[in-house]
């Protein structure tokens, strides 16, 4: 069988958080042998390179946001879970947070602003708490508020 080519390899590999005993085991299958000490120092002298790539290479946010919240549970108590997804299906970020409320629903597309920039287009639920903030955080953007136009997420 062919090994596959890094080309093949899915980006979001970066996104598994592994242990040092895990990358220990996983080189072993490979035939590399290395200590655990290795590869912490590997990890300090190369880390940031790789981090750097990644964050290079990451996509940006297109700009046109869907924007939502749902409720989960955690530990027997809701949470909301706020959600932006753009244009091309990723997520540029998550909030997770007890409360729904103005502050709560400012707090959200503050930081993808902060990060991203404005967008053009915001698409949102027809949450009324969402209208001010983003009027107030993105005065160009234009806010559309449907339930159906909400789909995407």
Sequence with gaps: MAA???????????????STADSEDLL???????????????????????ADWIRRDSPTAVDKWHLDEVVIPIN??????????????DVPDILVQPQRNAKAAKRFPARLIGRFGVPR???TDKL?????????????ADHRAHKGLNNRI
């Design 121 to 123: 287009v915001m698409i």
């Design 4 to 18: 596959a080519s890094s080309s093949t390899w899915p980006k979001s590999g970066h996104r598994f958080a592994l």
């Design 128 to 140: 009324r708490s969402y209208f001010k903030p983003i009027r107030d955080l993105a005065p160009g």
């Design 76 to 89: 027997g108590r809701k949470y909301r879970l706020w959600r932006a997804v753009d244009a091309n299906g």
């Design 28 to 50: 072993a299958d490979r035939g590399v042998m290395v200590s655990r000490e290795t590869l912490r120092k590997w990890v300090n002298r190369f880390g940031c390179h790789f």
